[in-house]
Each structure stands twice: as C-alpha cells, then as structure tokens.
C-alpha cells in the first residue's frame, strides 16, 4: 500500500462526504501553481487549435473540449496524486495516462463518478474484476457522493459563463453607452468571447471536480484501511529521531557556551558619544517651544482633529449623468429590487429565531415545565402509577417491545423509589445521575438497582439485549420497592 507524503497540507483523518469533498479543494489551493503548467497549458493549446474547424463547424469545437475532459483529467490527477503521495509528477506519467483512456473516452464518458473512479483504476491498476471489488469495498467512504459532484460541476460552469457574460454586458453599456447593440451585429467575436470564458472556466471547475474526487477516494481508503493510525505512528517515529539529533546538538552546544560568556569584557559595555554631540540638557527649554511654535515647525494649531462639516465647504461635484440602455436599467432595478428582498428575509429570518429561542428558554427555564418527549413516569402523585408502568412492562414484553419494556421497568422503579421511599430526583437527572442518588438514600438495595441500569443502558446505547431472566428479575426487584414499605431506606430487600 502506497503511504502518502507526511508533509503534505491534507490532515489524513475519517471525514464525512462533504468534508472528504472540501478536503480536495485544499489539495486544489496547494498544487495550483503545478496545475497550471501540467493542465492549463495543454487545455489553451488544445482549444485554440480547435479553433482551426471550418467555420460553418465551429461548435464543434466545444463539444470536442467537452468530450476530452477525461483526457484532461489526468493530467490534473497525475499532479494531485505525485504531490500527495511525495513522488515526481514526471513519474509514471505515460502509463497512467493511457491507462483505461479509450473506456473513459467511449462507453464510460458519461459516467457521474469519474472523478473518484479514476483515481481507484489509474492509481491502483486493477484489472476488471478487482476493479469492481474494490470499489464495492471502498464505497463506503463516500465515492457515491461524485454523483452530486458531477451535476455541481455542471452548474458551476454554466453559472459562471452566464454570470461572466452578464457582467460584461452591464459593464461596456455603462461605460461605452448604446455599444452593446453591436454584440448581436458581430455574432462571430461574440461567440469567440464566449468560447475564451468557457475555457477559463474550464480550467477552474475541472480541477476542482479532479481534486474533489481524489480527495473523496482519500477518504475511502482512510475508513477501509485506516491510513490516519499509519501515519500517526509514522509521525511519532519520525519525531523520535528529529528528538535525538536535537539532543545531540543540544549537549555539544553546552560544551562552549559558558567560555563564551565568560570572555565578555567590561569595556563593550561602555557608550561612546563623538566629540561636539549636543546631549538633550545642553538646549534650554524656551529654545524648543520658539521651535515647536514656529511656522516653519508646524505650529501647535495645526493637525488633525474631528470637528463638524464647514457649511462653506464647496460641495463635491456631481457625477456625470451616464444614458444607459432601457435593459440596463431593468437589470439594475431587478438586482436592487432582489438585494433589498433579501435583506428584509435576512432581518425577518433572525428576528422569528430569535424569538423562537427566546420562547424557548423561558419554556424550558420555568417551573412546572416538563420536557414533551416520550415519557412512562406521568406523575408520582397516584400511589397505582409505578404498578401501571410494571404492567406496561410486562404487556411490551409479550409483544416482543424488549426496549419499551425496559424503558417501563425502570421508570416505574424511579417513580416507586420516588413514591414510597422518599427520594428525590430532579427532572433532568440520567440513568447514573439516578443510581447516585439511590446509592446515597438506599443501602443494600442499590445494587440491585445499579444491575438494572446497567442492563437498561446497554440494551439502550449498546444495543446489547439482557440475558435471559434479567428482565423478570429486574420487574420483581421493582415491585418490591413498592411494596416493601415497611423496611426503613436503608434494609436491604429480601
């Protein structure tokens, strides 16, 4: 199994999908600068000499860009990979670039998970079988999640194409008015706009989206085979030899230090002055203020202060009136009408959470207020309740509701402690929160109970069912708090 660099910026650790996708946009922002020899040169090249189509075919040129994204793609995968793992990016390069190209090209095309596939038959180099095995196997780290990848990349190029060709329309009709006309005029140059913004966006979303599914088959092989322990230990062992060098040094430097310091003389401490340097004391005071007073100095009347705006100031000119165009001006009424729309959901969003949350802390800060969730215990007050809890209990488990019928059992025990025995238990106390108190009120008996917690929190968190009879016998133990009233808090139940 290869083991990647130790030094590289990713943090190997188990993510979720989304974070395993984040987690490639940090490769991205690390190897761009190798991105742009290795992927943007040859995407530029390749698209201009596209551009050499016939005329009448020159949309072909953007679906012939549109196809060869997995011939581009491995470039960028071949950069990512070699930087991650510390290897040369030269290293390899024909054999994992021809390696599955014409099934990438041809039936899988069109394919929603190539970006984390890729990395899983280029890297590894599997043959069919282990192919389809191994990505069974590593599936659980998230490689499905390329699905939703591939339609965000989708959207990103079309928005940024879309948002980039508004852009430049609103800002030539602002600056040259009643020019813009001419775009549909020249279809040709406007179209060839069009293709040079496609490219750069190109660029920009296809290596994200490579890095992105690298970064989520990263992530599989970080759950299936646990890379995050391996390289802890190697990080540990590799900090055990730096301490030793470090140590060595450390001793032979001690060696020297103290002649060193010893040899100080008392005449490199002294201060020298040339002859004719006036010292501060020489000048008199009344000669500094005639200078600090001085116009030539400044003055003391002069610098900046905050003060009210002069009446007589002039105004500042006004902007120049500018014509636009009648869709300019929609467009600029539609983006103010929606900037103002989304500052008043903004400011209504937070005032309806904010008094929601207010509600809900006075909700959950007065008395009397009990917590709406499932519950068995309804209220000490009836002397029959913690019975009815019990034969709840016993009704969910002939039903086979092992879960319930715990929940039963030991709330009805809480309410029978609380009921005949006195105790007290505050609303949000948990099961061990319970058991202490019980153990500070009840003697003996608390070890009973501190069994059917145990039982109860294992089948609860665990998932873990009791052994047979535990139940039957943690139903009888609470029964015989309810009706051992006799027995002082401390006597143990016989």
């Not at 040339?274 to 007073?293: A, K, N, Q, V």
């Not at 006075?362 to 209220?379: F, H, N, V």
Request: neutral net charge; charged residues 20%; contains cysteine.
């Amino acid at each position: 199994m290869t083991i990647p660099n130790l030094d590289s910026a990713l943090v190997l650790r188990r993510r979720n999908a989304w974070e395993a996708a984040d987690s490639g946009l940090l490769l991205w922002r690390e190897n761009f600068l190798y991105l742009i020899p290795v992927f943007a040169i040859p995407v530029w090249v390749a698209a201009c000499g596209l551009r050499f189509i016939p005329e009448h075919l020159r949309w072909l040129s953007w679906v012939a860009l549109w196809w060869l994204k997995p011939l581009f793609d491995r470039l960028a995968l071949q950069v990512v990979s070699s930087r991650f793992f510390g290897g040369r990016v030269m290293k390899g390069f024909w054999g994992n670039f021809c390696r599955g190209l014409m099934g990438d090209l041809l039936w899988r095309r069109f394919s929603p998970f190539r970006s984390a596939s890729m990395p899983l038959r280029i890297l590894e180099r599997l043959k069919h079988k282990q192919y389809r095995k191994r990505k069974k196997a590593l599936g659980a780290g998230g490689l499905d999640f390329c699905f939703l990848l591939s339609i965000l990349g989708l959207i990103a190029e079309a928005g940024l194409l879309g948002g980039e060709s508004i852009f430049t329309l609103a800002t030539v009709e602002i600056l040259f008015p009643n020019i813009s006309y001419s775009f549909w005029d020249n279809l040709v140059d406007t179209e060839l706009l069009l293709y040079i913004g496609y490219c750069f966006n190109y660029i920009i979303v296809e290596t994200m989206y490579v890095c992105m599914g690298f970064g989520l088959y990263i992530n599989s092989r970080v759950e299936v085979e646990g890379w995050d322990l391996q390289i802890l230990f190697q990080k540990f062992t590799r900090k055990l030899a730096a301490g030793a060098k470090v140590l060595l040094l450390v001793c032979g430097l001690l060696l020297f230090v103290f002649p060193l310091n010893a040899q100080e003389e008392e005449a490199e401490k002294r201060e020298y002055f040339p002859e004719g340097f006036m010292l501060p004391d020489s000048y008199p005071r009344h000669t500094l203020d005639e200078i600090l007073e001085s116009d030539d100095f400044g003055g003391y009347k002069d610098g900046w202060k905050i003060r009210l705006k002069n009446e007589n100031d002039d105004e500042a000119d006004p902007l120049p009136e500018i014509d636009l165009a009648p869709w300019v001006k929609t467009l600029k009424e539609i983006f103010a009408f929606a900037l103002r729309l989304l500052i008043i959901l903004v400011v209504a969003a937070f005032a309806v959470f904010a008094l929601l949350r207010l509600y809900k802390i006075r909700s959950s800060s007065s008395p009397g207020k009990r917590s709406r969730g499932k519950a068995y215990i309804e209220s000490p007050a009836s002397p029959g309740n913690p019975e009815s809890l019990f034969g709840k209990a016993e009704e969910f488990f002939r039903h086979g509701n092992i879960r319930e019928a715990w929940a039963a059992c030991l709330s009805g025990t809480i309410g029978s402690y609380a009921l005949y025995r006195d105790v007290s238990f505050p609303p949000d106390a948990t099961e061990y929160g319970c058991l202490r108190i019980v153990r500070s009120c009840v003697g003996m008996e608390s070890e009973q109970f501190a069994a059917m917690v145990q039982d109860w929190v294992s089948l609860a968190y665990g998932g873990r069912l009791p052994q047979e009879g535990k139940f039957e016998q943690a139903l009888e133990f609470g029964r015989n708090v309810s009706t051992n009233t006799a027995n002082s808090p401390g006597d143990p139940i016989a």
